[in-house]
């Protein structure tokens, strides 16, 4: 061939080339979806495994998990960009949650965490969160000094502990016991309720002795505090263990013949969790419990479509931990959104100039007094099972007066 043509049909074919890859470039670009952009990236810190409470860190996972292909259905955030969750096991202990938080602001690039529930990780990790500069949601840490700080990037939805205490005073109050007894493990949510307890016995003139005993978490056998505490002769018994240790007081409290005679009040909401039944039998009967949700809840539109898709994916009640962290990764969608950012000191702006939709009520965060730092509270209700494998669903509402739907039955002697 002449050696001209070559050059000239090289020429004309490389220009068509180049004229069909920016035609294909340019058909690929309006053709990609925007999530092609990067995702925004929120962690959920929480405990996945022992010592920590390591079913109610599930139970958060997934609800964030729901929220989080909640909003990619719909579109995600700043105009196409998905939510991508990291999830980092804190273990139930400071190191590990700091770690964990080092790790997922540093490497993986999370423009916010929520997960928390131990009160003792948490005050590990808003400390680092303040000097990384990341806002952090506490799921279920309910220790007062936690807000009490005035951190500019802790915020909180889920009751404080003077609140829970004042609660349960009006109660003993109400059912005018008069020698309650207190056994709790020695982490700040522990040690904070026994302090607060005493304090508030004196401030709000509650007409009863109070013995405290606080133990170890780590250790295997309660019998010895248990049979101290049985002696005392008390007519109230208050369970402050998170996970694990709850269960053991429990059991080891039945077997010493201390409970179900004895009322026995669990401090936080894990009878409400499937497993309960499966842990303790019948030694869980006649327990009274505080819960932050009940099924017969009026819930926003918001919480009504979890809890319907909730139902559908798992044919059973959602349980509260699940509730808050769903609502706390839509809500720091709709602050990403208003900031028109996923930069954390923009979203931390948003999060205190907007008014956002929760599972149960609209939640704003203010600056308040003490405590009331960035903290939105939710209810609080005192349940109690009276059968055998009784349903959540079927427990009655024993506390506040305004909201009870039966009253606190005393166990039939063994």
Known sequence: MSPTIPNWRTVTMLNALRTCLLVATAAA???????????????????????????????????????????????GVLGGRKIELIVEDDAGTPEKGAAGLRKIVSQDRVVAVVGQFHSSVTEAVQDLAEQLKVPVFLTQSSAKKLTEKHLTYTFRTHVIDPD???????WIQQQGFKRVAILAENTDYGVGLIEETKKQFASMNVKAELKTIIFDRAVVDLTPQLLEIKNWKPDLFINIGIGTPMYLITKQAYDVGLIPATPMLISYDAPARPEYWKNLGEKGTYATFIVYYHPTMKLTPRGEAFRTRYLEQFKEQPVYGGLNAYAQVMLLADAINAAKSDKPDDIVKALLGTKFTGWNGTISFTRGEGPYWQQWTPPMLFLQYTKLEQPFTEAKIVYPPELKTGDLMMAPKR
């Not at 810190?45 to 719909?74: C, H, V, W, Y």
Request: hydrophobic share 45%; charged share 15%; proline share 9%.
């Open 29 to 75: 670009s309006l053709a990609t979806p925007a999530f092609a952009q990067a995702p925004v990236k929120i962690g959920v810190l929480t405990p996945l495994s022992p010592p920590g409470d390591a079913t109610a860190g599930q139970f958060i996972a997934r609800g964030a998990k729901m929220a989080a292909e909640e909003i990619n259905s719909q579109g």
């Open 164 to 170: 829970r205490v004042t609660l349960w005073n009006k």
